[in-house]
Every structure is written in C-alpha cells, then in structure tokens.
C-alpha cells in the first residue's frame, strides 16, 4: 500500500494554507502567532483521503523568507508538491526560491496550483497562466500539470484531487518498507501523563511498538511507548507516513529538530560529508573554498565550511566536490540531499547531494580522491561497498562497520556483496560474531609488500626459511584480529602469492642456498653433536670456529626444520643430533614393558650422561608424549 506525503510550496499569502482548509477540513496553523499574523511559522501537518481510499499526509511549509528553515525540514520525504500561485500576483521571489529548494532537494513531482482564481476574470487568468508556465521553464516544474482552484469557495478542489489520485497512482512510487528505518525528527513535545513525543516523515523501513532505537547524533537508546499515525493509535508505521512517536528514556530538552531515530549502531556520527556541491545558477554569490555556510539536510540546520576539492571557487551554475566540516555531529545518509545558505544576507544560493558520510580527510586536487568520489556519485551500492571496504587499508571491515558507515542494513548490502565476492573483488571471512571484507587490491598490496621484504630479508638472512608469522602479523596488519589474519594468510597462500612453512611464512617455493659456508656450519653442527653424544651442548657451549652466533643459529634451525637436529629441554635448552633421541625414545618405551616409573636417575644411567642432561631427555619425552609427570618432579609414567 502506498504511503504519500503531500507538500505545499510558494509565496506568503498565496493561500497555502487556506488550499489545505480546502482539501481537509482542518486548519493546520496551530500556534496563536500564526492565527493572529495569518502566516504559517512552523510546520503543519493534516491529511485527507482520495477516493479510491488512498490517504494522503499533507504538509503546510512557511512561505515566508524568514522561516525557509522550517520549510526545508517539511520537505523531507515529500511524493507530491503542490506549487501555489496566487493568480492576480504570479511567481514571486519567495516562490523562486522554494523552486530552486524542491529542485536541490530532488522533488520530482509537481502540480502548479493557480489559485485565487474567483479574484481575477477569465482573460487575466489565462494570461497568467501562460506567463507562470513560461517563467517555470528550465525548473522542475517546467511541462507540471495545472490546477485553476479557487480555496476560499471550493471551486476546483475535486478537479485537483482527481489530477492528485491520477499522479498518485501513475507516478508516485512505494516506499521501501524493508530498508533501515529512519526519522528525522521535526517537531519535539511533551504530553501529561505520556512524556516525550516526536513527529516526522518516516523516510524509509518500519518502526513497531516496544522497538528499541537509537536517537543520533545524541546517541541515546530510547524504546518506542506508542504509534500514531493521522491521529490514530497504530502498533506498526511504515515509510511514506507521518508519525508521532512517545519514547521513553529521553527527556524533551534532550532532543531537537534534527534528531535522527533509526536502529541502534545504524549510523555514525560525523563532522565531515562528502559531496557534491552545486551553485544555482541565478545565485548571485560565489562558493570559495572554505567560505562558511548554513547546511540544511533533513531536518537538521548546522554550520559548515566548505572544502572544495577539485576547484578553488564555484560560480553560478557550477557543481563542483566538496568535503563540508561540520561545526556540529550529524548523522547523514549516502544519497541524501541538502542545501546551503549564506546567513547574511539570508540567501540560498546552493546544495547538492552526499556522497559519502563518513569520509576520511581528503587532499585537495588530489587525483586519486577525486577519482573515488565520482565513482560514488555515478556508483551503485555495490561500487561504494568496494571503496568502503578498498579503503580499510590497515584493517578489514566487518559487514556490522559496513552497513553502519554506509547508513544501510546488512540484508539490503548483502546482494551487492554477493556480486563483489563472485567477481573476486572482495574476500570474506565469517566468524562468530561477525563477517569480515578484505579488498583483492589490499590483499595484493600486502602480499607485494611481503614479497619485496622477504627478498630483503633473504638478502640479510640466506638460512633462514621465512619471516614468522607472529612478525608479519605486527609488521603488517597488527590491527588485524589474529583469528582474521590467519584468514587473511591462507588466502595469499591458496593464490600462490606466499607459502607458510612450520610458522614461516616464505616465498613460494623457496629453498635455502645450500652453499659452501652452509655445507661448512653443518659438518661443525653435526660433528660436534655427534662427538657429545648424550652429553648435550647449550648453545653458548658450541665451538662455532669462525662463524657468528647468529649465522650458526640459521644453520641450527634448518636442521631442527630438516629434523636433523633436535632442541631438548625446557628449564636449559640444549641440542643434538635428532637419531639420538630417537633411540632415548625406544628405550624408554621399551623400559614402561616391564617397570610402571621411569626416574630421572634411571635415564641418567641408562644413557650414560649427566643428571643436567637427563632431564632434558625426560622433558623431550613429555613433549612428543612418551610420558607424563606424576606426583615427584623426578617421576614419569607412560602418556
């Protein structure tokens, strides 16, 4: 069912209000100022029914130059505006900038009301009509089907509404119902006896009684007492409709316009937008770099500066990017629209559309940062996915992140990024908690960089496997979840890119140069095990003739990697020749045959050696479970 949002636009006095009257039954200024001034302040909202029972939300906007704030925030959501004219006065000024707003802010559907037509004669009106649809031309509204009503006697009203039924039903289309709920708040009270309330247009999803949500940028959770829509007390609201919520949690003063309710951890708060920037081209400013400026999106109206990236100046007519530092958090959308003013005078003289929420601080003239932001402007969801994920280039991002900065939900993200994975783009890792995105391109980069470091490293290092796995993590990706970056390893490794080797990650297929120095230090190595046999050596105690120590570790390590040698013991580290401990294995297997305990002056006996050897054998022998320590330090039994 379709959910429809009407909205009035035009100058003071042209009888916006007074055509709602018309259309509803009900007087939408509220407050006594507006009774008494006979202008519209704030926002007022009403309703009415077509006749194939479809229910039509309206919204009466301010006309006048000095509340073009409220009429902004009414806009938000709109299906349908309807343009009044007074016809015995035509376009004015403030009609013209109402224009350029609906225009910035992608309102896409119009009607041209002439109304007042009961104060001027036929020849007048036809002339008028003429002239208006002239002047609308190269707007929005240009070719806009026109309504002739008079809204103090109720000519030309059913004739409007048919003309309204007729583009509800062709051209206006649903909302979607299933996305992330969203709320920019536009009004804030407080009711006796129920507490906080908030109204605004449900821009997109559904809210139900007893949901929880969060309110931004304040970030506070707060849970949902009550639903009414059109005055009606309701369990669930979908997009498209005006709703009052009664929260709870929340106090009044804590809220204003400009509050976004959406699902907790949604959104994110943030003081810098990226976006495209356009100037009208009427305008008679200019956009400098860094000139300060009223934002208005939403319902939200903040300060700003504009940075603009690809241009030192914006002239009327001109679109440019830009990155806006916020002076306040906002939470924004990719897609949204807003507008810009300069604040003295009050003038719109521009707005455009984010591209990106949640940006990082770009460079200005910057190629590369040029470059991603006209992929958003022109990309679908799958191709900001990309850079979102291409851009964690020191971490990979969780689809919880993703969905976040990217203002939308995990289901409503998960097809593109189906795609991305089929097409190789991006990798995925699931874990418990969450989904994790690493981007080829980053996936390539860091496995370069490895390469480029082992070839150095092999440089430095000609005896050694590879880099451990452990170094690699805190050289490269130590923001890395060490579950992930076990992930992240496989993946180069089932792409060929890197090989892993007993914790050493190396280039594929590398083997150790087995030249005439290594030929050397192993002949030393294994001569002098040999000689020592159960009388093991530390290795400070190895006579290494002319090499260094760190050379003739290489070498040892190789050996132990070759399982020609051995490490034994834990308190005092010592080594040998692997074959030996092979027999001590035998041995004592062979000594559990016919004995429960084997003791550690048992095995120094049985081999001949030292008490200070000894029980490095009985500690290799609990590694490789042989035996087990029970009771006394000195006892073993078999594994």
């Known amino acids: 069912m379709k959910h429809i949002i009407i909205g009035t636009a035009g100058h003071i006095d042209h009888g916006k209000t007074t055509l709602i009257h018309a259309l509803t039954g009900r007087n939408t200024d509220r407050l006594k100022e507006e009774q008494k001034r006979g202008i519209?302040?704030?926002?007022?909202?009403?309703?009415?029914?077509?006749?194939?029972?479809?229910?039509?939300?309206?919204?009466?906007?301010?006309?006048?130059?000095?509340?073009?704030?409220?009429m902004v925030a009414g806009v938000v959501g709109m299906d349908l505006v309807l343009m009044v004219v007074a016809a015995d006065e035509g376009i004015m000024p403030q009609t013209k900038e109402h224009l350029d707003i609906?225009?910035?802010?992608?309102?896409e559907k119009t009607i041209l009301v002439l109304n007042k037509c009961d104060t001027v004669d036929e020849e007048w009106l036809s002339m008028m009509e003429e002239d208006v649809k002239e002047e609308l031309k190269g707007t929005i509204m240009e070719g806009?089907?026109?309504?002739?009503?008079?809204?103090?006697?109720?000519?030309?009203?059913?004739?409007?509404?048919?003309?309204?039924?007729?583009?509800?039903?062709?051209?206006?289309?649903?909302?979607?119902?299933?996305s992330i709920p969203r709320l920019p708040v536009d009004r804030v009270f407080s009711m006796p006896g129920f507490g906080t309330v908030v109204t605004g247009t449900l821009l997109s999803g559904?809210?139900?009684?007893?949901?929880?949500?969060?309110?931004?940028?304040?970030?506070?959770?707060?849970?949902?007492?009550?639903?009414?829509?059109?005055?009606?007390?309701?369990?669930?609201?979908?997009?498209?409709?005006?709703?009052?919520?009664?929260?709870?949690?929340?106090?009044?003063?804590?809220?204003?316009?400009?509050?976004?309710?959406?699902?907790?951890g949604s959104m994110e708060n943030s003081r810098l937008m990226d976006v495209k920037l356009t100037v009208l081209?009427?305008?008679?400013?200019?956009?400098?770099?860094?000139?300060?400026?009223?934002?208005?999106?939403?319902?939200?109206?903040?300060?700003?500066?504009?940075?603009?990236?690809?241009?030192?100046?914006?002239?009327p007519g001109e679109t440019g990017l830009a990155q806006l530092l916020l002076e306040e958090e906002l939470a924004t959308k990719r897609g949204d629209r807003f507008i810009v003013r300069f604040y003295s005078p009050l003038e719109t003289i521009g707005g455009g559309i984010v591209l990106e929420p949640n940006p990082r601080k770009k460079k200005r003239f910057n190629e590369d940062a040029i470059e991603e932001l006209l992929k958003k402007e022109s990309g679908s969801l799958a191709d900001v996915c990309e850079l979102n994920i291409r851009a964690e280039t020191e971490d990979l991002?969780?689809?919880?992140?993703?969905?976040?900065?990217?203002?939308?939900?995990?289901?409503?993200?998960?097809?593109?990024?189906?795609?991305?994975?089929?097409?190789?783009?991006?990798?995925?890792?699931?874990?418990?908690?969450?989904?994790?995105?690493?981007?080829r391109d980053n996936a390539f980069i860091l496995s370069q960089e490895i390469v480029r470091d082992l070839k150095k490293f092999y440089e430095k290092y000609p005896y050694r496997a590879g880099i451990k796995k452990a170094e690699i993590h805190s050289s490269y990706m130590k923001k890395v979840k060490l579950n992930v970056f076990e992930e992240c390893i496989n993946k180069l490794v089932s792409?060929?890119?890197?090989?892993?080797?007993?914790?050493?990650?190396?280039?594929?297929?590398?083997e150790i140069n087995k030249d005439e120095t290594y030929l050397s230090i192993e002949k030393l190595l294994t001569d002098t095990f040999e000689t020592a046999g159960y009388a093991f050596l530390r290795f400070s105690e190895i006579d290494k003739k002319k090499y260094s120590d760190e050379v003739v570790m290489d070498v040892l390590r190789v050996m132990m990697d070759e399982e020609k040698a051995v490490k034994v013991g834990i308190e005092l580290e010592m080594y040998t020749m692997k074959h030996f401990m092979d027999v001590a294995e035998?041995?004592?297997?062979?000594?559990?045959?016919?004995?429960?305990?084997?003791?550690?002056?048992?095995?120094?006996?049985?081999?001949?050696?030292?008490?200070?050897?000894?029980?490095?054998?009985?500690?290799?022998?609990?590694?490789?479970?042989?035996?087990?320590?029970?009771?006394?330090?000195?006892?073993?039994?078999?594994?």
């Open 281 to 315: 081209k009427d305008s008679n400013r200019n956009i400098k770099n860094r000139d300060r400026l009223h934002l208005f999106t939403g319902t939200s109206e903040i300060l700003c500066r504009a940075i603009l990236l690809d241009k030192d100046e914006l002239v």
């Open 397 to 439: 991002i969780t689809l919880k992140d993703l969905a976040k900065n990217m203002s939308h939900s995990a289901e409503e993200l998960r097809p593109y990024l189906d795609e991305l994975i089929a097409d190789g783009i991006i990798y995925e890792f699931p874990k418990n908690k969450d989904i994790f995105f690493w981007h």
């Open 495 to 510: 792409e060929n890119l890197i090989e892993v080797r007993n914790e050493y990650v190396c280039l594929p297929g590398y």
């Open 102 to 107: 609906l225009g910035l802010l992608g309102i």
């Open 206 to 264: 559904s809210i139900s009684k007893n949901d929880t949500l969060e309110v931004f940028p304040i970030g506070k959770e707060c849970k949902i007492r009550n639903i009414q829509v059109h005055e009606t007390n309701q369990d669930k609201c979908e997009a498209g409709q005006r709703v009052a919520l009664n929260i709870s949690n929340i106090h009044k003063d804590e809220l204003h316009r400009g509050c976004v309710i959406a699902p907790v």
């Open 144 to 178: 806009a089907p026109v309504a002739r009503v008079s809204a103090m006697t109720g000519d030309g009203i059913e004739e409007l509404k048919e003309l309204i039924l007729h583009m509800v039903k062709d051209d206006v289309k649903e909302k979607d119902v299933n």
């Open 40 to 70: 519209t302040i704030e926002l007022g909202f009403t309703w009415f029914d077509l006749k194939d029972h479809t229910r039509c939300g309206i919204i009466d906007v301010p006309g006048h130059e000095k509340f073009i704030n409220n």
């Open 586 to 639: 035998q041995k004592v297997r062979e000594h559990f045959k016919t004995n429960e305990i084997i003791t550690i002056s048992e095995v120094r006996e049985m081999f001949e050696t030292s008490r200070k050897c000894a029980k490095p054998i009985i500690e290799y022998m609990d590694v490789i479970k042989v035996t087990k320590k029970v009771g006394g330090e000195t006892e073993r039994v078999a594994y």
